[in-house]
C-alpha cells in the first residue's frame, strides 16, 4: 500500500456512544502504535503492538479505551462512552522491524465528541 | 518519565536566514532522539535521528547529553521549511514508546 491508512478521517460522537477507528499499517510492518494528540499539543503514546501481540498499553487513559490487533496487520482502536475529553487526532503509525527507527504515520482519525 | 519540552510555540524567520529550533529533554538513562516534520495538510514524518547523524533538507541536529538538548538548526530557511517540528525521544529500556514535545511552528517569511 501507499502508506498507513486511517477509517473514518473524521468522526462526530455524541457523548456516550461507542467509536471504532481502524488502521491499516504497512504491509509486513511488525510494529504499530496508537497516538493521541489534543489540539495544539504533540502526539501522546497510548499503546503499541509487535505482531498481534499488545506490548504496551500504558498510555490508554482509562478503560474505555481498548485496542486490538488480532491477526497482526489491521489494528482498531475502541473508546467506549466517549467523553468530551476524549475529542483529539488518533494517529497510527507503523514499523517495519520491533523498535524500528523510522516510524510511519497515518494522516489521523480526527475525532469530535459533542 | 522522559519529558521533552519545545520552548517555543511559533517561530518566524526571512527566508536565507539561520533557524534553530530548540528541544530540551529530561532522561536518565540514554535515549534517541528524533525531529519529525508536518508540512501543511501532509502527515508526520520523520525528519531525522541523532544515532545517524545525518543532514536532511540542510538540517542537522547535535545531542548534547552535558545541556540534554537537541535543538534543530539550518543554516539558510527557505520558504519550503515553514511547517510543524516535533521532538521526540525514546528510551532503550521501551522501544516502542516515543514521547513528543508539543511542537514548534516555523514560519519562513520570504
Known amino acids: 500500500g501507499a502508506g498507513v491508512s486511517q477509517s473514518p478521517r473524521y468522526k462526530v460522537a455524541k457523548r456516550g456512544q461507542d467509536v471504532a477507528l481502524r488502521c491499516d499499517p504497512i504491509s509486513g510492518h511488525v510494529s504499530l502504535f496508537w497516538y493521541q494528540q489534543a489540539l495544539g499539543q504533540g502526539p501522546e503514546f497510548l499503546t503499541y503492538?509487535?505482531?498481534?501481540?499488545?506490548?504496551?498499553k500504558s498510555g490508554l487513559p482509562s478503560d474505555r479505551f481498548f485496542a486490538e490487533r488480532p491477526e497482526g496487520s489491521v489494528s482498531t482502536l475502541k473508546i467506549q462512552r466517549t467523553q468530551q475529553e476524549d475529542s483529539a487526532v488518533y494517529l497510527c503509525a507503523s514499523s517495519l522491524a520491533p523498535g524500528g527507527n523510522t516510524i510511519y504515520f497515518g494522516e489521523g482519525s480526527w475525532l469530535t465528541v459533542v | 518519565a522522559q519529558r521533552v519540552t519545545q520552548p517555543e510555540k511559533l517561530l518566524s524567520v526571512f527566508k536565507g536566514a539561520p533557524v534553530e529550533l530548540k528541544c530540551n529533554y529530561s532522561y536518565s538513562g540514554s535515549p534517541e532522539l528524533f525531529w519529525y516534520v508536518q508540512y501543511s495538510r501532509q502527515r508526520l514524518q520523520l525528519l531525522l535521528r541523532?544515532?545517524s547523524r545525518e543532514s536532511i533538507k540542510g538540517f542537522t541536529a547535535d545531542l548534547n547529553k552535558g545541556e540534554t538538548s537537541f535543538h534543530l538548526k539550518k543554516p539558510f530557511a527557505q520558504e519550503e521549511d515553514s511547517a510543524m517540528y516535533y521532538c521526540?525521544?525514546?528510551?532503550?529500556?521501551?522501544?516502542?514508546?516515543?514521547?513528543f514535545g508539543d511542537g514548534t511552528t516555523l514560519t519562513v517569511k520570504p
Open positions: 521526540a525521544l525514546r528510551t532503550n529500556t521501551n522501544a516502542g514508546k516515543s514521547t
Open positions: 541523532h544515532i
Open positions: 503492538f509487535q505482531n498481534e501481540a499488545q506490548l504496551d
